[in-house]
């Protein structure tokens, strides 16, 4: 059975802090990994990773994957409370066609 | 682009009832829609995964004869409570895909909450 397991489940930290989620899976036939962002409604999608050490960028969110070491994580510089959020990680896997998320880390960003 | 609509956004209904929910591709096509649920403070569960003019793919655990799915055309796809208990209480969100082979690419809905009573 494929998994995908997120750390920390939550964390709350201050404005202009910088924060490190993890995302660690087990899948077979492995495709890509997606990072989604989920306030009150339906995620949006932030990142898809597909290829090992090559940094993806958007603003002040980035992310990476270690496809050796069967992870990736998604670093915030500078946070802000609008970063308050569940982060969702997904892997998706050829074999069966879908998407398979983890169980996301809720994060809090406070003045 | 790539907008999905759910309908309703949020719904009560008596326990007994049946609750149709809708997910619209409003500016693209859908050849597969995915329905997810989401209890609080957990993340998505697939339901099933449907492909239009056939039958959805029903993941385990996932009685099919009480959450029906229906898509009719490559713009529509419904999920149907049937019968709902307050256990089928939750957060339902769809989502789209333009093609079958990169259904990585899979662009949400806002999600409907369901509340049984």
Sequence with gaps: ?111 | GAVVSQHPSRVICKSGTSVKIECRSLDFQATTMFWYRQFPKKSLMLMATSNEGSKATYEQGVEKDKFLINHASLTLSTLTVTSAHPEDSSFYICSASTDRSLSYEQYFGPGTRLTVT
């Design chain 1, 1 to 111: 059975e494929d998994k995908v397991v997120q750390s920390p489940l939550s964390l709350v930290v201050h404005e202009g802090d910088t924060v490190t989620l993890n995302c660690s899976y087990e899948v077979t036939n492995f495709r890509s990994l997606l990072w989604y962002k989920q306030e009150k409604k339906a995620p949006t999608f932030l990142f898809m990773l597909t290829s090992s050490g090559i940094e993806k960028k958007s603003g002040r969110l980035s992310s990476i994957l270690d496809k050796k070491e069967l992870f990736s994580i998604l670093n915030i510089t500078a946070t802000q409370t609008g970063d308050s959020a569940v982060y969702l990680c997904a892997v998706y896997t050829g074999t069966a066609s879908k998407l398979t998320f983890g169980t996301g880390t809720r994060l809090q960003v406070t003045l």
